[in-house]
């Protein structure tokens, strides 16, 4: 089993930044991919970004490529999110996710593990 954690989710002004964590516990973590995706009100949950297990191969959406940078840290069972250059689009609850296997995937669907979320809001 692993359970996550967000974290470092608030309100901002456009074109700002904020980092968001998602520490991970369980023994598997460091074996499979993880991933954010985001869910804004009355809309499907989408997928931000993947990293693989040694965070050496990221994906992101169309939506988020170069504003957002996936890293992780096996050593601290933690995943990061930083988003610079925020727009109001980008509101959501923000979702981290685990997979056990080190396959790549942008359907929610193919995640074994969720955190909580966090509230991202970025004002105009």
């Known amino acids: 089993q692993v359970q996550l954690v967000e974290s470092g989710g608030g309100l901002v002004q456009a074109g700002g930044s904020l980092r968001l964590s998602c520490a991970a516990s369980?023994?598997?973590?460091?074996?499979?991919?993880m991933g954010w995706f985001r869910q804004a009100p009355g809309k499907e949950r989408e997928f931000v970004a993947a990293?693989?297990?040694?965070?050496?191969?990221?994906y992101y959406a169309d939506s988020v490529k170069g504003r957002f940078i996936i890293s992780r840290d096996n050593a601290k069972n933690t995943v990061y999110l930083q988003m610079d250059s925020l727009k109001p689009e980008d509101t959501a609850v923000y979702y981290c996710a685990a997979k056990r296997n080190n396959l790549f995937g942008s359907s929610p669907l193919s995640y074994d593990y969720w955190g909580q979320g966090t509230q991202v809001t970025v004002s105009s």
């Open positions: 369980g023994r598997t973590f460091s074996r499979g991919n």
């Open positions: 990293i693989n297990w040694s965070g050496g191969s990221t």
